[in-house]
């Protein structure tokens, strides 16, 4: 992928122009990003890789929050200094959209996704280590927040996902640092897996944005 300019974007020699430059900004073309999105899915996920038009709607909200639109942010009551919790039935395409959604603006540094049951994993093999490597300056995204096991390592039992958000919260806070995930639950599921503390918590760390509940699953 070559950037001539932020809205240009240039793919094994094809080029998409998602927006154009008007009076020092961008002004972007919803349609040339779904039409780019699709294209970019394709090449990593396979030619079956497909956009739907019932998930335009969610897709053109959290184009608003990646392209900071603070127009439209606002009618949809996004607040771009926030991360995004993006949540929806399983096979809904959260991950996807996540990782894929990195690459219209690729003028700013792209976020990890990363399964919390890696992370997880990781504690089991070497310790609360695992939870000081998140309490960093980079912007992450967890995916699959709420399907994590216990760790346990040694003696230790610890609920790994609620000590990295609790220390994520913190650097939103000091350091403006943004945390984005994608979850199978809804609010109140979240609420009832992790405690009221933390869910309070991750109410000012993300946006809620959510897939409808009929989602259709596209594994399928």
Known sequence: ?????????????????????????????????????????????????KIYKADHPLIFKLCCYFIKDHFNCKKFGIDINKGILLSGPVGCGKTSLMKLLRYIVPHIPHYEVIPTKNIVFGFNNIGFKIIEAYNDKLVY?????????????????????SDILLARHKSLINHQILTHATTNFNSNELKEHYGSDLHSKMQELFNYISFKKGAKNKHR
């Open 1 to 49: 992928m070559k950037i001539n300019q932020a809205h240009i974007i240039i793919e094994k020699g094809v080029k998409f122009n998602i927006g154009s430059p008007k009076e020092g900004y961008i002004k972007y073309d919803f349609d040339k990003i779904i039409v780019y999105l699709e294209a970019k899915g394709k090449r990593i996920y396979g030619n079956k890789f």
């Open 141 to 161: 995204c967890f995916d699959d927040l709420g399907t994590e096991t216990t760790g346990r390592h040694f003696t230790n039992v610890c609920n790994v996902m």
